[in-house]
């Protein structure tokens, strides 16, 4: 959707609003609602501290409680009469938002979409930990994904599968489960990996724990953990808080060439 300078056309802007804390939001998803005629948020993952950007005039519509059909005739008859929605998505509207099916359904009614990414709570959660979960000759890949329950995953991307490559493994929708997430890890991480625990990362109630995978259960258990809550599970963390990773990059290193820095 191309906008008129700064001033959106009317349509339906999905805004990722980052896993919290307002300050996350981009720049660009912050105009947009502070630009909005009808803000719908999804209220029991968005914080309400996100709102305070809205216009005095703005419709804020919250979505815990209906359904997609009843959530999409509010966003299309708005559009219809000319106005800017932006529809409030939690972390980043790449993972696990439901957009696919809303972006859908507004194109066969012919309603414009944009999507302005947002700040994933795996990202938080490294940040707290000063962590960079892509260290070299250690692990170099990250691995987003969720534990199978009611919504289930393709087979070939079952938890035991994945461990098996031993990356940086950011665990999301699984606390309910985490008993048998913490079995299928352990079929190949040692069980004194270290694994981040984070609850309502970025909220004014967030916690984080660093436990060793063996302590991910019960530790979760013991917190009564049961929603809201990521696990990230990475070599990269003993590196940081453990044993101190020696290793560096090539890319500030003296021996290495390349088009800024030529020999």
């Keep these: 959707m191309v906008e008129n300078g700064t001033q959106p056309k009317a349509g339906v802007y999905f805004v990722g609003a980052g896993p919290g804390d307002p300050e996350l939001l981009t720049l660009k998803g912050q105009r947009l609602i502070q630009q909005a005629d009808v803000i719908v948020y ?17 419709t804020c519509i919250p979505t815990a409680a209906l ?22 998505q939690s972390g ?19 309603i414009e979409v944009e999507v302005v990414p947002g700040i994933s709570a795996y990202q938080l959660a490294a940040a707290r930990l000063k962590a960079e979960l892509t260290l070299p000759e250690l692990v170099q890949t990250i691995i987003l994904t969720r534990a199978s329950g009611r919504t289930r995953v393709p087979a070939a991307e079952e938890l035991a599968s994945l461990a098996a490559h031993q990356a940086s493994l950011c665990l ?46 019960s530790v979760s258990q013991q917190q009564r953990l049961t929603r809201t809550t990521l696990y990230l599970i990475s070599p990269a963390l003993a590196a940081q808080h453990v044993t101190p990773f020696q290793g560096r990059s090539c890319l500030y290193s003296p021996e290495h060439h390349h088009l800024f820095r030529p020999d």
């Excluded at 996100?50 to 005095?56: D, V, Y």
């Excluded at 959530?71 to 932006?86: C, D, N, Q, R, T």
């Excluded at 980043?92 to 012919?110: C, F, M, N, T, V």
């Excluded at 985490?178 to 970025?202: C, E, F, S, W």
């Design 67 to 88: 359904t997609l059909e009843e959530i999409l005739p509010l966003m299309i008859s708005a559009v219809e009469a000319g106005k800017v929605v932006v529809r409030l």
């Design 172 to 217: 999301y929708l699984s606390a309910n489960c985490v008993q048998r997430a913490q079995q299928q890890l352990l079929a190949h991480y040692p069980p004194d990996t270290l694994v981040a625990i984070g609850y309502r990362l970025g909220w004014p109630d967030e916690q984080l724990w660093l436990v060793p995978l063996s302590e991910m259960a």
């Design 42 to 58: 999804a209220d029991s993952l968005v914080p309400s501290g996100i709102l305070q950007f809205a216009a005095a005039t703005a």
């Design 92 to 110: 980043d509207p790449s993972l696990y938002s439901a957009i696919h099916e809303q972006i859908q359904r507004l194109a066969a009614a012919g």
